[in-house]
């Protein structure tokens, strides 16, 4: 079974691939301090959830992080426990697509991950927007070439910004209000995150497709789904897509 890892900034997730069959995945919070050890315990526990055993069950292990850090970490944490080496999404591992950015070694492994599985899904041209950390958006041509996208703030460190610098306002939930006009604080704070968001995401999409012409519009990322209902361009809703890349990639380099 392939082990699949996607260490963000804020959230790591885990999926356990039977061949192309996403078994199971988990989310935990990236605690950059987490040793190897720590690590190779929490996978322990989440492959006891099936009975797996932790010495037997995994034959591979692909990994993308943003954050050099964690990167180490689950590098000796693969090739301690479970002697062999991971395969990391770095410069150098064939991936299946040319990368057109004018550094390559610029883009982050999710993204190229993310562009990966959308292009094995729903062919292209395609756009991925990712909800993470920063959102992200991903553009695949009709040949399967990663093109290039954009960046800009995320919604939780949006949120951040606005509670830190704003201090009349406290936090709320991110959820849908019942009114766009907000008839309070907390009901305006969320119209403007849900709303502002899908719309923000909406305007590049329509940029993109400008410059593509007709694309199919995917959208992943732990903060996706309390935005895409209120998005008129999101098509499909993949919450695991990044994984999915990585099984892809994996099997490109045994």
Same mark, same amino acid.
């Given at each position: 079974m392939l082990l699949t890892i996607d260490a963000g900034n804020t959230q790591t997730v885990v999926g356990l691939f039977r061949d192309s069959q996403l078994v199971d995945?988990?989310?935990?919070?990236?605690?950059?301090?987490?040793?190897?050890d720590e690590l190779a315990l929490m996978v322990q526990q989440f492959l006891g959830f099936h009975g797996f055993s932790f010495e037997n069950a995994i034959?591979?292990?692909?990994?993308?992080?943003?954050?050099p850090r964690v990167t180490a970490?689950? #590098? $000796?944490?693969?090739?301690?426990?479970? !002697?062999?080496?991971?395969?990391?999404?770095?410069?150098?591992?064939?991936?299946?697509?040319?990368?057109?950015?004018?550094?390559?070694?610029?883009? !982050?492994?999710?993204?190229?991950?993310n562009a990966v599985g959308a292009y094995?899904?729903?062919?292209?041209?395609?756009?991925?927007?990712?909800?993470?950390?920063?959102?992200?958006?991903e553009a695949v041509s009709?040949? !399967?070439?990663?093109?290039?996208?954009?960046?800009?703030?995320?919604?939780?460190?949006?949120?951040?910004?606005?509670?830190?610098?704003?201090?009349?306002?406290? #936090?709320?939930?991110?959820?849908?209000?019942?009114h766009v006009i907000g008839k309070s604080s907390a009901e305006s704070i969320q119209s403007?995150?849900?709303? !502002?968001?899908?719309? $923000?995401?909406?305007?590049l999409v329509d940029r993109f497709v400008a410059e593509l012409g007709p694309c199919e519009v995917i959208a992943t990322g732990g903060l996706a789904e309390p935005i895409i209902p209120h998005s008129r361009t999101v098509q499909h809703y993949e919450p695991w897509l990044t994984l999915f890349g990585l099984r892809i990639i994996f099997e490109r380099n045994r």
């Open positions: 995945h988990w989310r935990i919070a990236t605690v950059a301090e987490r040793t190897s034959t591979g292990v692909a990994i993308s992080s943003g954050v970490e689950l #590098r $000796q944490m693969t090739e301690r426990y479970f !002697g062999f080496p991971a395969l990391i999404l770095e410069p150098g591992v064939r991936t299946g697509m040319p990368i057109l950015y004018d550094n390559p070694k610029e883009v !982050g492994a999710d993204r190229i991950a094995d899904l729903y062919g292209g041209p395609s756009i991925v927007a990712d909800f993470g950390t920063a959102t992200t958006i009709a040949n !399967g070439e990663y093109l290039g996208g954009a960046i800009f703030p995320g919604v939780e460190i949006s949120m951040d910004a606005l509670f830190g610098r704003a201090a009349g306002l406290r #936090r709320v939930e991110l959820l849908e209000p019942k403007g995150m849900i709303y !502002g968001f899908s719309a $923000q995401v909406d305007g």
